[in-house]
């Protein structure tokens, strides 16, 4: 089940959108270990909109929070910050984290 903007429209929305959270995963990998030293994954579908559960915002898989986790199990980075700038990114906020 998906919000009205978010619409499984194609054969290939599924994986796109796990490329897309393997690609922002293995950047914050390699960025956390220093084989780079900073990055910035420009990927569609987007992911920081999806909840747990749920996708929502044309958003399948909330990329961020997976990188984020993989962090933690891989590297066991204890304390991981997640800044979201967009200014205006209010439309599809979720009490239970997006």
């Given amino acids: 089940q998906v919000d ?4 499984w ?3 290939h929305t599924s994986t796109a959108s796990r490329l897309a959270a393997g690609s922002v ?3 914050a990998l390699r960025v956390a270990k220093g084989e ?3 990055g910035f ?3 569609r579908p987007p992911g920081h909109h999806a909840a747990r559960s749920t996708p929502l915002g044309f958003c399948f898989f909330n990329s961020v929070a997976i990188a984020a986790k993989q962090l933690q199990h891989k590297l066991s980075i204890s304390k991981i910050l997640i800044v979201d700038w ?12 997006s």
Avoid: C, F, M, Y
Wanted: net charge negative; charged share 30%; hydrophobic share 30%.
């Fill in 4 to 7: 009205n903007d978010t619409i």
């Fill in 9 to 11: 429209n194609e054969t």
């Fill in 25 to 27: 995963t293995e950047l």
């Fill in 36 to 38: 780079l030293k900073n």
């Fill in 41 to 43: 994954a420009v990927v």
């Fill in 86 to 97: 967009v200014r205006d990114d209010r439309h599809h906020w979720s009490p239970h984290g």
